[in-house]
């Protein structure tokens, strides 16, 4: 497998109903990596971009949370509206989507 030139973790974590800290699973997470996922295959971008789930990133009052590698760039409140231009943008083009970054007090 040759090395990605990013890769993308989605924020999966759970937690319980209540719990104070929330989660990105209960803000959407499972669907929005489902989501990446398609995307991924719908473009054949095997050798360009990995996809691959986490557990918590650390700011979770803003989630679902993705964070790309190489540049350590974090995205907050992703929605699967935002994976064709986070494709075409960064994750292809090399352009981070400025909108959806967290901001210099988060991350
Ligand atoms: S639960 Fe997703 S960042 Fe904490």
Known sequence: MPRPQRHVFVCSQQRPPG???????????????????AELQKRQAFEQVAITYSGCLGPCDGGP???????????????????????DSHLLGGTEVERLKADGATW
């Open 65 to 87: 949370n993705v964070v790309v590698y190489p540049e350590g760039t974090l995205y907050q409140g992703v929605t699967t509206a935002d994976i064709p231009e986070l494709f």
């Open 19 to 37: 719990h104070p800290r929330g989660s990105c699973a209960a803000k959407g997470a499972s669907p929005l990596l489902q989501a990446f996922w």
